[in-house]
């Protein structure tokens, strides 16, 4: 077998990102305060739909990538309800 590079990953091409972050949010915010691993699962969804946006266009998600930031110290800090607050914000200015 001959492995000349790797495969160009495409993932959630153009504005299919925008339903995909949504729907990552979404579960974040029902499990951010679940016992059992509910708060490392939540903050690292909310931690990889902030990656997938900055990679994606840092210059057009700046404001959601800001509140992300601000989400994610809320709900380390277990003030769940700012965090679920700042996510509704958060899926207002996906919109």
Do not use: C, Y
């Not at 959630?12 to 990552?24: E, L, N, Y």
């Not at 029902?30 to 931690?47: E, R, S, V, Y």
């Not at 990656?51 to 110290?73: I, P």
């Amino acid at each position: 077998m001959e492995v000349l590079h790797p495969k160009k990953l495409e993932t959630h091409p153009g504005d299919s990102i925008v339903g995909w972050a949504r729907a990552q949010l979404e579960i974040a915010r029902q499990i951010l305060d679940n016992p059992g691993g509910g708060l490392l699962f939540a903050t690292q969804t909310i931690g990889q739909v902030k990656s997938g946006l900055q990679e994606r266009d840092a210059a057009r998600w700046e404001d959601v990538v800001a509140l992300l930031d601000r989400v994610e110290d809320a709900a380390v800090r277990r003030e769940f309800d700012t965090a679920r607050g700042l996510l509704d914000d958060v899926v207002t200015k996906l919109s």
